[in-house]
């Protein structure tokens, strides 16, 4: 083997002691690129702010590590392994930038909790003493122990959130992904979001929140990168990312970050005749 083999081959191989590596990624929808020519490594443990207004792409970069948007070129590895292809999946947790989680099927918090086991045991895997366990754990630490057996529509729109928190952490991730989780909450739930966040980081988690305002997580996230058309133009200390570490004045919570339309600022790619959008709320 070659030097220059050598060197294509240490490239390629994906770095186990990340929790997430990208190099030169380009990450979008179909074929339009959002993201592109980013360069990111995130060390386990680390509690990482994405930051950025709308249309920035903070978004979709979050999206490329869990699947949901197109890897177009470059590398992207989660858990040491490239994106999506981690066996198992419940290493890496995910709350949406949803306000709700109510819906035509009424469910106990409990029951919606419990789906997030699902990652651990299978679809057909019959619910085990270490999941009640797991699953009653997660309830507890949002604070919602209290509510196990309520429907999920009887609960408020903070509340509904950590809900949320508690169906990621059921399944006792390695990874935890967080889209805009203190959007519409009030001052209240927040904190009970940060104290959250704080003990799971305490335990060994590696947090990466995409956020508008990372103000209210402050004592939690320690490091900010910020994302502006579509490139990572500030890695450092969260205090050092400028106003954007806590500007809630452009926060607009029913607009998803990487939404096609009016105002978005890369290229405006999504007047072609086969536009691809990111559903919302699931950004």
Same mark, same amino acid.
């Given at each position: 083997?070659?030097g220059? +083999? ?32 980013? +360069?990111?490594? #995130?060390?386990? =443990? ?42 198992e999946?419940?290493? #890496? ?11 035509? #099927? $009424? ?19 019959? $619910? ?5 366990? *797991?699953? *009653? ?8 122990g ?11 729109? =903070? ?11 059921? *399944?006792?991730?390695e ?5 805009? $989780? ?6 209240a ?8 966040? *704080? ?35 500030? +890695? ?16 607009? $919570? ?11 600022r ?18």
């Amino acid at each position: 083997m070659t030097g220059r +083999d050598l060197a294509e081959q240490h490239r390629t191989e994906p770095d186990l002691d990340l929790a997430v590596g990208l190099r030169g990624a380009s990450i979008g929808y179909g074929d339009v690129p959002v993201v592109q020519d980013v +360069d990111l490594t #995130v060390h386990p =443990g680390e509690a990482l702010a994405v930051l950025g207004s709308n249309g920035s792409g903070k978004t979709t970069l979050a999206r490329g590590l869990l699947g949901l948007a197109s890897v177009l070129g470059g590398e992207v590895t989660v858990l040491g392994a490239p994106v999506g292809r981690l066996r198992e999946r419940g290493r #890496v947790g995910y709350v949406p930038q949803r306000h709700t989680v109510s819906g035509a #099927v $009424p469910a106990t918090v409990r029951e919606v909790v419990g789906v997030g086991r699902l990652a651990r045991r299978g679809l057909l895997g019959r $619910p085990t003493a270490a999941d009640r366990a *797991a699953v *009653a754990d997660a309830i507890d630490a949002v604070g919602l122990g209290d509510r196990t057996r309520d429907p999920v529509a009887s609960l408020s729109g =903070g509340q509904q959130r950590r809900v949320l928190v508690a169906r990621a952490l059921a *399944a006792e991730p390695e990874l935890l992904v967080m889209d805009e $989780p203190t959007a519409g909450v009030d001052a209240a739930n927040q904190e009970t979001l940060a104290r959250v966040l *704080a003990e799971v980081s305490a335990r060994g988690t590696t947090l990466l929140v995409v956020t508008h305002e990372a103000g209210p997580l402050a004592g939690v996230l320690t490091r900010a990168v910020v994302v502006d058309h579509g490139r990572i133009r500030y +890695d450092g200390p969260l205090a050092g990312a400028g106003p954007l570490a806590g500007d809630a004045g452009h926060h607009h $919570p029913e607009d998803p970050d990487d939404h096609p339309g009016t105002g978005y600022r890369q290229h405006q790619p999504w007047t072609s005749s086969r536009p691809v959008r990111a559903r919302d709320g699931e950004q």
